[in-house]
């Protein structure tokens, strides 16, 4: 019987062959960058071997420093792990959501994720996507890092998904970008076709704001471009960049309205065989990873901020209280959802969201 496992690990894990360097090391630019396959002298030899799925781009920098971090893992522990990372999820049917319910299953061992569509399994996870909780990517690290992402862990290991204590990659502070008209103040979002993630937050606080929430994969964002299927998305700065958004819209708008980040997961019943040694490795090499590739990300945005206007784009400021003041509704119904303890441990560090 074919398996989506089986298909990983007898179809696919040949594909991609590049080295990977240390922890810490710069790639050349634009250069893909994947573990070394499986079959070769270090898996044969190697006690555990593991599938990282992610959802970026293997130019990307998460691609990047999740190599680093699992070839540094393979060598402090003389190569009794061994880990292949696949990019965009190795292109899997479904996608994030079908990556997730692989996660839980066991049929990969890590996964790095956004919390709107971790609530897919583990419904507090969407508070990291609460609209305009967070200032600033730093703002939201220092609540992942924090009670409230340590919270999430709790919950996430009643759903038998393993977070880490410094887990929070960074994806960055979401912003609008279109083809129809400039986004500046919450009614020119009306009628808007807005392209959102396949969670239930993004829907809510966009259909609040006027727009029509259209569910699309991040791959397939361009084809919906192309096709006329929407007017605008809304991502990261650096992940527009990455899928060639910006040659496709007019309008960037720089809202800021939710903090996105990719969670590092690992499946509880790999991670629990796993001896306390290797955990600690591991653990220490996610936290080394998550914070270079954070500075990476940060970087990349505040660059891409300053380099839209010399791309042809029009790129309004936006102010963030007009917005806030029509998502009074979104923020008591989620206030309920997400429970007491959850929204007291968000407002601790956002201010009252009212």
Not at 110 to 130: C, H
Not at 156 to 182: E, H, L, S, W, Y
Request: aromatic share 8%; charged share 20%.
């Amino acid at each position: 019987m074919v398996t989506r496992r089986t298909f990983i690990t007898g179809t696919a894990l040949g594909s991609l062959s590049f080295l990977a360097r240390p922890v810490g090391a710069p790639a050349f630019a634009g250069e893909p960058v994947a573990a070394p396959a499986l079959g070769g002298r270090q898996a044969g030899r190697a006690a555990y071997t593991f599938t990282q799925f992610h959802n970026q781009p293997a130019t990307s920098s998460l691609h990047r420093r999740l190599v680093e971090m699992w070839a540094a893992i393979g060598t402090e522990t003389n190569g009794r792990v061994h880990t292949q990372v696949f990019p965009q999820n190795n292109n899997i049917p479904g996608s994030d959501p079908a990556a997730l319910d692989m996660l839980v299953a066991g049929e990969i061992e890590f996964f790095t994720l956004m919390g709107g569509i971790i609530g897919n399994v583990v419904p507090v996870a969407e508070v990291q996507s609460i609209p305009f909780a967070f200032r600033s990517a730093a703002h939201a690290h220092r609540a992942m890092d924090g009670p409230l992402g340590a919270y999430l862990r709790e919950e996430m290991a009643a759903k038998g998904i393993v977070g880490f204590p410094v887990g929070a990659f960074d994806n960055g502070m979401r912003q609008i970008a279109g083809t129809k008209r400039r986004i500046v103040v919450p009614d020119d979002l009306i009628g808007i076709r807005m392209r959102v993630p396949a969670a239930q937050i993004f829907s809510d606080t966009f259909r609040a704001l006027g727009a029509e929430p259209v569910t699309i994969n991040s791959a397939d964002i361009l084809d919906a471009v192309r096709a006329d299927r929407i007017d605008a998305q809304e991502n990261p700065l650096a992940l527009m960049d990455f899928f060639g958004i910006y040659d496709l819209v007019k309008y960037v708008s720089l809202s800021n309205h939710m903090w996105s980040g990719f969670n590092m997961l690992a499946n509880q019943s790999a991670w629990t065989r796993l001896p306390d040694d290797i955990r600690t490795v591991i653990e220490r090499n996610v936290t080394t990873s998550v914070r270079l590739q954070r500075a990476d990300q940060n970087a990349t945005n505040m660059r891409l901020r300053a380099e839209l206007p010399g791309r042809g784009l029009i790129v309004d400021e936006i102010d963030p209280a007009p917005f806030r003041r029509q998502l009074s509704g979104v923020y008591a119904a989620w206030k309920q959802k997400l429970g007491s303890r959850c929204w007291s441990l968000l407002e601790a560090e956002s201010g009252v969201l009212a």
